[in-house]
């Protein structure tokens, strides 16, 4: 049983949007920070924006402007909303949780333990 289930990838012309979704499980509440992730091939995974517990949220340079996150804690459901994407925006898309993170910087940057992950949504954009 994979306790985040990814959703809402797809193929996308340059300029375009998408949004994804991520299902947790019950256990993941709001004590756990979550985001988004992404990884390409032959790439290291990085991170795209975090939501700490307090709903503060740090975005990577790449994705200000352009994505948003949201939690809706009450469904258990994490999003990311992605306009005026880039062929560069080109990766498979990891949910994440960390438990008791101490802020969303910590895990955006790798230096926090990854609670879970799940398995990725591809998102492709072309030019």
């Known amino acids: 049983q994979v306790p985040l289930v990814e959703s809402g990838g797809g193929s996308v012309q340059a300029g375009g949007s998408l949004r994804l979704s991520c299902a947790a499980e019950?256990?993941?509440?709001?004590?756990?920070?979550m985001g988004w992730f992404r990884q390409g091939s032959g790439k290291e995974r990085e991170g795209v924006v975090v939501?700490?517990?307090?709903?503060?949220?740090t975005y990577a340079d790449s994705a200000k402007g352009r994505f948003t996150i949201s939690r809706d804690n009450a469904q258990n459901k994490l999003y990311l909303q992605m306009d005026d994407l880039k062929p560069e925006d080109t990766d498979m898309y990891y949910c994440?949780?960390?438990?008791?993170?101490?802020?969303?910087?910590?895990?955006?940057?790798?230096?926090?333990?990854?609670?879970?992950w799940g398995r990725g949504t591809q998102v492709t954009v072309s030019s």
């Open positions: 994440a949780a960390a438990w008791m993170c101490r802020s969303s910087g910590v895990v955006l940057s790798g230096r926090a333990q990854i609670s879970y």
């Open positions: 939501i700490d517990r307090s709903s503060y949220t």
């Open positions: 019950g256990f993941i509440d709001s004590r756990y920070c």
